[in-house]
């Protein structure tokens, strides 16, 4: 067993290593910038850039990347050698400010959504220091942005530091106005738990769907799925076991705090979850940690499975977002507190998220829109697309007091609900979690389950900054020019709650009647990305993001036109696959199997006329009509997706992919499965589901 606290952040560039081999001159710089974001000197980033080589190349690296995550949803990474020609054909490792500091890639292939032409092939990458660099597979890794020639953000950190600068800005007004010198910064932290799969690797080999597009498009039920509960934080399996402890190792020299690891619901289902760090360090990890969950696997002989619905049928796979907001003095406004002051605080921070997620409900949807994630909202086993939140019944019954003026009363005693100073103490977690909700409070976080398990945290969380700084903004505003403080605080939590409470529901999301009682509310029910997205460019959107210099009208445009043709490319590629494995393997299986049974069928009627050949006779009719069926629809299909059909905008293409090729799909695959279930199992061309499932041991 290794020593974990020798090993960990191990292949990190943290500030233990920069406290020792930086001067403490550069070392204060460092921090100055990273605490404060303050601009670096380049004879300083000089300073940091020869020690970080030099500590990389101790550590065996011979290459440096500018790490970077652009609109493709993974991250992306060109690595240059640390070596510079000297004379006598010789070289040393040399690494400057400038190149720690930027960086030029070649930005043309990546998706840029119109921001710029194919043949403009600039683009830029810029350090994020706030982000520890890190050694992974003999390169020194740097954290970075990634902008276009004319400065327009092509990557997901951008945009996210930007959401973290307007939060941090409107929350200190607030705290300001609550008498708080001591802070000087206000962060929002993140946990993403990660769910995925891991099956045998030669299997996975096997199936072509799961190889183009990383998940089953065939699969008939097996006899047994999730219906005994036994696999949820069952023991977990050797196999399992040691791919599982190599993983936590491989995170952990990041420097990444892996914490809880259990099986989640679905057979060969698991999940990980990590301690919160700040929101941009947290999605870099997350990054890290789905690309490292891949990497071992391999090692183990299995495939890991990040895909939201890799089977149909059992759960999929979410990444759940538990969000809070803290300041740099160590302490969390979403904790209640214990003095009435304190709660004062709390509350209107949780009145100021309750507004930000019932007026921008359909900004969070399309934070977690995507073809994967589809399959998963709504199923029964995530929450459904309609945005609500859950604050449990004692914070409902507070707010509830604060908006009719009555006596709230807790545990046998009786309080007013009106002014700063006699508003009641009330403890942490004093409600059971609702998991069916989309946006949980959980004592002293908010956990947004929405998320797909393949989805980059930063797009949520550009969200979730925004939208409260923006809120944040409004009730400074108001208490800035305040008469009376305590009194306009109790009027503006309790006009808050009035206005926005629909929003509030403690129930049980999976019900048919939420789903009636919020369309009485007014919610939103955005079932399909194709529904949410076009909510990107409304007008007050488009303002609320340029107000805070998080999006430009231009990046708005380009997100929502990247993530529409991402929609289309990726239902496109799963038709072709369909199509393919149909033709070249289903059906040439399902015409093998009727031949052998055409056969025996035959020579029992040679071996005695007498002889019943109902049976083969009867399995026959049903396979030549369910085959002849099965190529029917897979030639619609065929043609569906290879028509030369003409769209106005990315819009109506995404609309005819989800309405008439998804569903094409759809009817299709039922067909194909009602064939496997009646095909010979040593016939059939693929693993089947019992097969995925089951056979890790």
């Known amino acids: 067993m290794s020593n974990v606290p020798e090993i960990f952040g191990s292949m990190v560039f943290n500030d233990t290593v920069m406290k020792e081999k930086l001067p403490k001159d550069t070392y204060k710089a460092l921090r100055k910038t990273r605490e404060q974001g303050k601009p670096m000197d380049i004879l300083v980033a000089n300073v940091v850039a020869n020690a970080m080589k030099d500590w990389a190349v101790e550590k065996g690296a011979t290459h440096f990347t500018h790490w970077f995550q652009p609109m493709t949803g993974i991250t992306a990474e060109k690595h240059d050698s640390f070596i510079y020609p000297i004379e006598n054909g010789k070289v040393i490792m040399e690494f400057s400010g400038k190149e720690l500091i930027q960086g030029e890639p070649d930005a043309s292939s990546f998706p840029s959504g119109g921001l710029r032409a194919t043949f403009e092939a600039r683009g830029y990458t810029a350090w994020d220091p706030t982000s520890n660099a890190f050694i992974k597979d003999g390169s020194l890794c740097i954290p970075t942005a990634f902008c276009s020639y004319g400065g327009e953000a092509l990557d997901k950190k951008t945009p996210l530091l930007r959401s973290m600068n307007a939060i941090d800005k409107q929350a200190m007004r607030v705290l300001k106005l609550f008498g708080n010198t001591e802070a000087h910064r206000v962060i929002t932290t993140?946990?993403?738990?990660?769910?995925?799969?891991?099956?045998?690797?030669?299997?996975?080999?096997?199936?072509?769907?799961?190889?183009?597009?990383?998940?089953?498009l065939f699969g008939a039920k097996p006899p047994k799925g999730q219906e005994l509960e036994d696999h949820y934080f069952g023991v977990i399996?050797?196999?399992?076991?040691?791919?599982?402890?190599?993983?936590?190792?491989?995170?952990?020299?990041?420097?990444?705090?892996?914490?809880?690891?259990?099986?989640?619901?679905?057979?060969?289902?698991?999940?990980?979850?990590?301690?919160?760090?700040t929101a941009n360090v947290a999605t870099d990890q997350n990054q890290l940690t789905m690309e490292m969950m891949k990497k071992v696997a391999t090692k183990h002989n299995l495939t890991c499975l990040l895909h939201?619905?890799?089977?149909?049928?059992?759960?999929?796979?979410g990444k759940h977002n538990n969000w809070s907001i803290s300041t740099d003095t160590g302490v969390n406004l979403l904790e209640p507190g214990e003095s009435p002051r304190e709660n004062a605080q709390?509350?209107?921070?949780?009145?100021?998220?309750?507004?930000?997620?019932?007026?921008?409900?359909?900004?969070l949807r399309i934070s977690v829109a995507s073809a994967g994630n589809d399959h998963r909202l709504g199923a029964n086993e995530a929450p459904p697309a309609i945005v609500s939140m859950f604050i449990g019944d004692e914070l409902m019954g507070i707010l509830q007091s604060i908006e009719d003026g009555s006596v709230y009363h807790q545990k046998d005693k009786a309080f007013m609900t009106i002014g700063v100073d006699v508003l009641p103490t009330f403890p942490?977690?004093?409600?059971?979690?609702?998991?069916?909700?989309?946006?949980?409070?959980?004592?002293?976080?908010?956990?947004?389950?929405?998320?797909?398990?393949?989805?980059?945290i930063a797009c949520p969380n550009i969200m979730l900054n925004t939208i409260i700084a923006d809120t944040l903004c409004g009730f400074a505003d108001e208490l800035e020019k305040a008469a009376d403080f305590n009194s306009t605080l109790t009027e503006l939590v309790k006009k808050t709650?009035?206005?926005?409470?629909?929003?509030?529901?403690?129930?049980?999301?999976?019900?048919?009647?939420?789903?009636?009682?919020?369309?009485?509310?007014?919610?939103l029910n955005l079932a399909s990305t194709v529904d949410a997205l076009p909510y990107y460019l409304s007008d007050a959107n488009v303002a609320l993001f340029e107000k805070y210099g998080v999006f430009s009208k231009s990046e708005i445009y380009s997100?929502?036109?990247?993530?529409?043709?991402?929609?289309?490319?990726?239902?496109?590629?799963?038709?072709?696959?369909?199509?393919?494995?149909?033709?070249?393997?289903?059906?040439?299986?399902?015409?093998s199997y009727m031949k052998d049974l055409s056969k025996e069928a035959i020579n029992k009627k040679q071996l005695c006329a007498d002889i019943s050949c109902e049976l083969e006779e009867t399995l026959l009719k049903m396979l030549s009509t369910l085959t002849s069926d099965l190529y029917k629809k897979t030639i619609e299909l065929d043609d569906d997706v290879e028509s030369e059909k003409e769209f106005k905008d990315v819009l109506e293409e995404a609309k005819y992919y989800r309405n008439t090729v998804?569903?094409?799909?759809?009817?299709t695959r039922k067909t194909a499965d009602e064939i496997e279930k009646m095909v010979g199992e040593k016939y059939w061309p693929y693993p089947t589901y019992g097969d995925l499932l089951f056979s890790v041991l």
């Open 662 to 667: 998804f569903a094409q799909m759809e009817d």
């Open 497 to 523: 709650v009035k206005e926005h409470k629909r929003i509030i529901f403690n129930g049980n999301n999976y019900s048919d009647e939420w789903l009636q009682e919020a369309k009485k509310r007014g919610l």
């Open 237 to 277: 399996k050797p196999r399992v076991s040691a791919y599982m402890k190599e993983l936590d190792e491989e995170l952990w020299k990041l420097g990444i705090f892996a914490k809880t690891k259990h099986n989640e619901v679905a057979p060969s289902q698991h999940e990980l979850a990590p301690i919160f760090t």
């Open 190 to 216: 993140v946990g993403p738990e990660q769910e995925y799969f891991l099956i045998d690797k030669a299997m996975f080999e096997k199936r072509k769907d799961l190889i183009y597009t990383g998940r089953t």
């Open 559 to 591: 997100r929502y036109e990247i993530q529409l043709e991402n929609y289309c490319k990726q239902i496109h590629i799963e038709a072709l696959t369909m199509v393919d494995m149909i033709k070249k393997d289903i059906l040439p299986a399902a015409c």
């Open 308 to 317: 939201e619905k890799p089977f149909a049928g059992v759960n999929g796979s």
């Open 428 to 456: 942490k977690d004093s409600t059971d979690r609702n998991r069916t909700s989309p946006f949980a409070f959980t004592g002293n976080k908010f956990e947004f389950r929405m998320l797909g398990s393949t989805v980059s």
């Open 346 to 363: 709390f509350l209107l921070f949780l009145a100021a998220i309750v507004k930000a997620v019932d007026e921008h409900q359909d900004l």
